[in-house]
């Protein structure tokens, strides 16, 4: 859990975050390691195994689903298209307003378009900007206590 909540913390330092992505996998390795062999002792209970494998394998699959949304974006075509979406439709609105300049029409259809941007960029990379889920990591950080 340690290792897991250092990533998200140095998350905008790319070499940080790497580092802290390898010590974590190498713990999931030891549990994982630890936990089969001591599935497969010989005083062990024969349903250990069935019970407590199974969790383990989740938990790393979770780890794993997390860190890859982290990494996956639209690709940058899709970008591309919402600026060309914006320009455009900037362009049209103030040709069609080019008859009579109605600045408030102006300034709030050009507002409304730089927020809806932003906010849709933002929402990408929700640890980075305004929009942040940063509190989701007390959760993390509540799990880690209950565990001492």
Excluded: C
């Excluded at 190498?26 to 209970?45: C, G, M, T, V, Y």
Aim: net charge positive; aromatic share 8%; proline share 5%.
């Amino acid at each position: 859990m340690d290792s897991r909540l250092e990533f998200y913390k140095h998350l905008s330092d790319s070499t940080a975050a790497r580092k802290e992505l390898v010590r974590s996998s190498d713990f999931q390795a030891e549990i994982w390691h630890k936990s089969l062999s001591a599935s497969q002792a010989p005083r062990a209970h024969p349903d250990a195994g069935k019970l407590l494998l199974p969790a383990l394998n989740s938990m790393i699959d979770i780890t794993s689903t997390r860190t890859m949304a982290l990494q996956m974006h639209p690709p940058k075509v899709i970008f591309g298209m919402l600026f060309g979406l914006a320009l455009i439709g900037s362009m049209l609105a103030g040709r069609g307003m080019g008859q009579g300049r109605h600045w408030l029409y102006v300034v709030a259809f050009a507002s409304v378009m730089a927020i809806s941007v932003y906010v849709i960029l933002d929402l990408e990379y929700p640890r980075f900007g305004l929009i942040r889920v940063d509190p989701f990591d007390q959760l993390l950080v509540n799990v880690r206590a209950t565990m001492r």
